[in-house]
């Protein structure tokens, strides 16, 4: 594998549920990032991590809960969430800030 | 607070007509201006990183210029394969990557 992973591509969930989203950096970056992406509106960014520590929460509700256990890894865990949480769900990696690099992105919907 | 405006909002051009996206910033001290091509469902996929005023950076078809205030992605002679929505987006001194909404170009034969 290269490059920025995520699973699953597509997630279907009621809003009862609790799921997670993967993401997976295989370039030897020191910083992840989740962001979410609605229709007409510019990427959102919700959390920054740097060497494992989140280093940012941009006022992100706590049905998002983030967890990076090592800096080659990230997950966002999902719960109780609401309809208007549907969207894509897309995760980068950066060396230092520098360019980010993306994942293909999670599609959620939210039933 | 860091703001990108991006124009056109679409763009549609036949195969071969040349023309230029915009993307007007304003940033606390500018550390990058980076573009962005995005297609339907996938991810963003990094073109370019501009640093200056009057850097300039090219890769196939596409050029990116930089001045104080904005940025143009210039499309030369652009093939159907182009289409896709381009992003723009910026870093300054917060060290937090800024986006605009992007433009949606479709090339037709």
């Known amino acids: 594998e290269t490059g920025v992973t995520q699973t699953p591509r597509h997630l279907v969930m009621g809003m009862t549920n609790k799921k997670s989203l993967k993401c997976e950096q295989h370039?030897?970056?020191?910083?992840m990032y989740w962001y979410k992406q609605s229709a007409k509106k510019p990427l959102e960014l919700m959390f920054v991590?740097?060497?494992?520590?989140?280093?940012e929460n941009n006022s992100v509700p706590s049905r998002f809960s983030p967890e990076c256990p090592n800096s080659s890894h990230l997950f966002l865990h999902l719960h109780t969430l609401q309809p208007e949480d549907s969207a894509l769900y897309l995760c980068?990696?950066?060396?230092?800030?520098?360019?980010?690099?993306f994942g293909p992105g999670t599609r959620l919907t939210v039933l | 607070e860091d703001q990108v405006t991006q124009s056109p909002e679409a763009l549609r051009l036949q195969e071969g007509e040349s023309s230029s996206l915009n993307c007007s910033y304003t940033?606390?001290?500018?550390?990058?201006l980076f573009w962005y091509r995005q297609d339907p469902g996938k991810g963003p996929e990094f073109l370019f990183t501009?640093?200056?005023a009057g850097e300039e950076k090219e890769k196939e078809r596409l050029k990116a210029t930089l001045t104080k205030k904005e940025s143009f992605l210039h499309i030369t002679a652009p093939k159907p394969e182009d289409s896709a929505t381009y992003l723009c987006?910026?870093?300054?001194?917060?060290?937090?990557?800024?986006f605009g909404t992007g433009t949606r170009l479709q090339v037709t034969l």
């Open positions: 980068a990696s950066s060396r230092d800030g520098d360019e980010q690099f």
């Open positions: 370039l030897g970056h020191n910083a």
């Open positions: 991590y740097n060497f494992k520590e989140q280093t």
């Open positions: 940033v606390s001290g500018l550390r990058g």
């Open positions: 501009l640093y200056s």
């Open positions: 987006a910026v870093t300054g001194t917060a060290s937090k990557l800024t």
